[in-house]
């Protein structure tokens, strides 16, 4: 069960660096784009964390339950991420 939490955790992580890697979501999050570097750090650190969420799975519940398991709590941690986005922190900046 612990190890479900936790991979929710890294999908919810995964998807908020994704989105501030992109400069639309920049903008809702920081009211500012942000430096072409910074993006792309952003984005790999997104795709580090879903790698490990999917490793996490895969090494404790073995690949058939495990990826099913990982991509499935991945995509609850998106819609989390994107929840928390459009609905939290982006009516904030609209003045």
């Known amino acids: 069960m612990m190890v ?3 991979i929710l955790l890294l999908g919810s992580a995964a998807a908020f660096c994704h989105a501030s890697g992109m400069a639309r979501h920049q903008r809702d999050l920081f009211g500012r784009a942000l430096s072409a570097r910074t993006s792309v750090c952003a984005k790999f650190a997104g795709w580090v964390l879903l790698v490990a969420a999917g490793t996490l799975g895969i090494a404790t519940m073995g690949w058939a339950v495990g990826l ?3 991509l499935a709590f991945l995509q609850l941690g998106a819609l989390a991420s ?8 982006a009516p904030r900046r609209v003045r």
């Open 68 to 70: 099913a398991v990982s």
């Open 82 to 89: 994107v929840l928390v986005i459009n609905l939290v922190l």
């Open 4 to 6: 479900a939490v936790l």
